[in-house]
């Protein structure tokens, strides 16, 4: 890198604090070191909008906090027994841990889902989908539609319906190639019935268009929302690239390109989805302007959808999600192109600013809000991996939710791709590697067989 280029950066840094902009230091990105935003663009008038927002952050940080309360009275939390291969400390500012591995040998594992019985499904990015039983046992799942393992595309996402103890249906999403079998592919996603390792009535309920000869940018996260009264049947939200080449079609409505979007469980299009009569527009659309989001999960006290993005060189995002709502790629970013070069402004009428965002990138990847009582210091804060750096990052709102008041990056070693919470508290991680791994993070406290403290 030039000094021109840097001191460009740094101009821009400069430019992003004096806004207000919230963001990581770049001295950070090694380091486990809190970083602490407290103090930015607090006061300023409020508005009556603003206050009113403000009192239901207040609600919000009390519906968060109040199980962590209970949660110091009763420590005693254990968690299941599982296959154990190797584990080592991991020490974190709030917590320490035993970061256990219960499995490797998974050739790039993408995603990953909890069913019922505590078995976890893993996606491996080359086609393969693997139940396991974390004690050792691994059952390779049959029946998978053809898949375009390329590039970044291959079998990505998993999860399980809310209520798969009486259909067994899980969801998948994947690079689905064309008619021909090569050239073109996008992003699908299909339901199918896992029985006794195999799956049946395989349906596929969305494929993105148009497809496009790139081996880039596939999206691909599923979020299921539970049934509720307006939606009785339940909703599916599917996060969809740009395709890398196709960037400018993440504007327009036309295309499945840079889109978030909200499917019924059946596949079809809810009445209320935002675009839905409007001319020239696919239905399927809930938001635009996305780059390529690979972390999505929904606010446990709201209900409501957030995401992560890539940016290019700079300027991944966090962008809790509104319907119809323009998040600006390419028009506006805190990211260049690869190398240096200006791809658009950060700031501009119509186009909403993230919530965060990093310079430099850490190609995030996964995401959960934290919200059980086995760490209670955790409860409320967002999970979400780094590919580039091998971390988990661990972020804290303020009490409005608006905005990122510190960030702990925990050092992991390995490209972290997926992260949950385990049925039983513990955090777990996905590792994209050649010899992919599942590793859990249990507070040592808790960790079977140990004394309690
Ligand atoms: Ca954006």
New binding site residues.
């Given amino acids: 890198m030039t000094d021109v280029y840097e001191q460009s950066r740094f101009a821009h840094l400069v430019e992003a604090t004096a806004k207000g902009i919230l963001m990581s230091h770049q001295n950070v990105a090694f380091s486990s070191t809190p970083v602490l935003y407290g103090t930015v663009s607090s006061k300023t008038g409020h508005t009556a909008a603003a206050t009113k927002v403000l009192a239901l952050g207040v609600m919000l940080a009390a519906s968060l906090s109040t199980p962590l309360q209970a949660a110091n009275h009763s420590p005693d939390h254990k968690v299941e027994q599982k296959h154990v291969q190797h584990s080592q400390p991991l020490v974190t500012e709030k917590q320490n841990f035993d970061l256990q591995t219960l499995a490797q040998q998974l050739k790039h594992p993408w995603g990953m889902a909890f069913l019922p019985s505590g078995e976890l499904l893993v996606t491996e990015r080359n086609g393969g989908l693997v139940l396991l039983d974390l004690k050792g046992k691994r059952i390779d799942i049959k029946g998978l539609p053809p898949i375009k393992a390329k590039g970044q595309g291959g079998l990505l996402d998993v999860a399980v319906d809310p209520e798969f103890g009486k259909n067994q249906w899980i969801y998948f999403s994947y690079a689905e190639p064309g008619a021909d079998g090569k050239g073109a592919d996008s992003t699908a996603l299909a339901r199918a019935r896992l029985q006794d390792g195999v799956l049946q009535d395989v349906t596929v309920l969305f494929s993105q268009q148009p497809k496009v000869d790139s081996f880039g940018h596939y999206g691909g996260r599923i979020v299921i929302e539970p049934s509720s009264k307006m939606h009785p049947n339940g909703l599916i939200y599917l996060t969809l690239g740009e395709r890398y080449r196709r960037r400018d079609d993440a504007q327009t409505l036309d295309n499945h390109h840079g889109k978030i979007v909200r499917i019924q469980r059946d596949g079809t299009v809810p009445s209320d989805n935002p675009f839905v009569g409007k001319a020239g527009a696919l239905p399927e659309i809930f938001s635009l302007?996305?780059?390529n989001v690979q972390g999505a999960a929904l606010h446990p006290a709201t209900g409501q959808l957030w995401t992560h993005?890539h940016?290019p060189q700079g300027?991944d995002?966090i962008?809790p999600i509104r319907p119809a709502v323009n998040?600006?790629?390419p028009v506006?970013?805190y990211g260049e192109e690869y190398g240096g070069g200006v791809i658009g402004k950060t700031h501009a009428d119509g186009?909403?600013?993230?919530l965060h965002?990093w310079v430099p990138s850490i190609a995030p990847s996964g995401l959960v809000f934290y919200q059980h009582d086995l760490i209670p210091a955790w409860r409320g804060h967002l999970l979400l991996g780094s590919l580039k750096f091998g971390q988990l990052v661990r972020v804290e709102l303020d009490a409005s939710q608006q905005k990122v008041v510190a960030q702990e990056r925990i050092m992991i070693g390995k490209r972290v791709r997926d992260v949950e919470q385990g049925p039983d508290g513990a955090v777990y991680l996905l590792t994209d590697e050649d010899n992919g791994q599942v590793l859990r993070l249990v507070p040592q406290a808790a960790a079977v067989g140990a004394p309690s403290r």
Avoid at 351 to 354: C, I, N
């Fill in positions: 302007g996305h780059r993005e940016g300027g995002e962008n998040y600006g790629w506006i970013t186009l909403v600013q993230p965002y």
